[in-house]
């Protein structure tokens, strides 16, 4: 028996949980151009294995870490409506902001996302995978 809808299912519920907070995080560097805060939602699924991909060169079986703190930060970092900042082909552009600020954003945003020291780790050991 096929359902059109899927309210009070199991799987109506899983789907409509809110499981992806916000969090607000401060950015004095950017007080200046009118910006002192910006929110960081929990990637989805998709975005992250989407963020891997992107990463992922498997012709040379080596993973490419160039850009990727903002291609993360890109993915998740939202204005007060809930607005993505960014598009994804904007990273590189990011990327060329202050390394104090980002680095200090990606911190932060780690607290809250998937990404976590051992993950970063595997990415860096996959990064200096060479070809056989």
């Known amino acids: 028996m096929i ?4 309210n009070g299912t199991l799987r ?3 789907l409509a949980a809110d499981d992806r907070p916000r969090h607000r995080i401060e950015t004095p560097e950017w007080s200046e151009a009118g910006v002192d805060h910006v929110w960081w939602r929990v ?11 992107s990463i992922t060169d498997e012709k040379r ?9 903002a291609k993360y930060l890109v993915m998740g970092l939202e ?13 590189s552009a990011l990327a060329e902001k202050s390394t104090v600020v980002l680095s200090r954003l990606f911190t932060e945003c780690q607290k809250f996302g ?11 050991k996959s990064s200096s995978t060479t070809e056989s």
Do not use: C, W, Y
């Not at 990637?43 to 891997?52: A, C, K, N, V, Y």
């Not at 998937?114 to 860096?124: V, Y």
């Open 3 to 6: 359902m059109s809808q899927h």
């Open 12 to 14: 109506g519920k899983i």
């Open 43 to 53: 990637p989805t699924l998709h975005q992250s294995d989407s963020l891997g991909a």
């Open 61 to 69: 079986n080596k993973t490419n870490l160039v850009d990727f703190r």
């Open 79 to 91: 204005d007060d409506s809930g607005n993505r900042i960014f598009r994804d082909e904007d990273a």
């Open 114 to 124: 998937a990404i976590n020291e051992e993950n970063l780790e595997e990415l860096k």
